[in-house]
């Protein structure tokens, strides 16, 4: 009798590992053949920092302190994204090494913060996050030097979409 219904199991195991497969292809695999997930857009561009440059070290503080542990740089397709700027592409990612997308959004999501808010804003809230958003549970950063918060807010106030980044 139990064999019987172990029988009748397989095609439902094999049905479920075939949609599996389907969807891994679909999400995985077929990206990889469209051409122009494969080129950097202008926000790429844009985002191609120099090294020794402000944004650039800025970015590197920006990994160091761990910021990308709590803030996603990822504009989701969905309603309550619709307020914080353009649906991000793959391609606004070509040149990101290390990607910094993020998978918990503890804070807000910073991917065109710095067309949200100013420096003077950035910088009080680096030093002192509840004066600025009362209840914030984010850190200070009132310990880094003046030369690394200019930098870390330099590259804040580049994640701007390119449209808006023009004369800087």
Known sequence: MA?????????FILGSLLLF?????????LPFYD???????????????????????????????????????YVRPVKADTALGPVTVPQDYYYDKPH???????GSDLMWVGARWNEEWHRRHLLNPREMLPGSIMPRYDYLSDAELDDLITYLMSLKPASQAQGR
């Open 100 to 106: 910094l997308l993020g998978s918990v959004r503890t």
């Open 3 to 11: 064999n019987n219904h172990e029988q009748s199991m397989f095609p």
């Open 21 to 29: 497969l389907i969807g891994v292809i679909g999400t995985v695999l």
């Open 35 to 73: 051409a122009s997930m494969q080129e950097p857009n202008i926000n790429a561009d844009a985002r191609n920092y120099d090294f020794n440059t402000a944004e650039y070290r800025g970015r590197q503080i920006y990994i160091r302190e761990g910021c990308h542990t709590c803030h996603t740089q």
